[in-house]
């Protein structure tokens, strides 16, 4: 397995079938140029096997810390390390970029992601929960005009 960071959108692309969606060509793009993000591919004999993307955050009284923002890996790699290494790839990049933590947040019932963050060092914080706002017409919500999504 051979772990490398993403720098262009072919790269994308080609590994668009560990995402939730196609990688689009401008969304990609952008996500490549930003600052602070950060895509790596996990590679079995030159197949994108895996990915984990992560996305620096900066606040003024906290510092920077990386935000694991989505893993990956092929149903057919499953089970042979590469999201435990991914992962500590990523945590190795966050250090080496100066970020004093890592985070990620996962459903408490996704056995597999908490095994695998386990497995790589995480600690549990804690229980919260996570609110969100759709704020495109078609993110999610049925009626645009009233804004509630339900």
Do not use: Q
């Not at 004999?45 to 920077?64: F, L, Q, Y």
């Not at 804690?126 to 609110?131: D, E, S, W």
């Amino acid at each position: 397995m051979d772990i490398r960071r993403a720098l262009i959108t072919a790269e994308l692309r080609a590994a668009e079938g560990l995402f939730d969606g196609p990688a689009r060509e401008d969304w990609s793009a952008r996500f490549l140029a930003a600052p602070g993000h950060l895509m790596l591919i996990a590679y079995v004999d030159d197949v994108p096997a895996g990915m984990v993307s992560g996305v620096e955050m900066s606040h003024p009284d906290k510092g920077t810390e990386m935000c694991l923002y989505e893993l990956s890996v092929d149903e057919g790699y499953r089970r042979r390390g590469i999201g435990r290494s991914l992962t500590l790839a990523l945590a190795d990049e966050a250090r080496a970029r100066g970020c004093y933590g890592m985070w990620v947040g996962v459903d408490t019932d996704n056995e597999a992601a908490l095994a695998t963050y386990a497995s790589a060092g995480s600690l549990d914080e804690g229980v919260f929960t996570m609110r969100g706002w759709p704020l495109a017409p078609d993110a999610g919500d049925p009626d645009p005009g009233t804004g509630t999504g339900t």
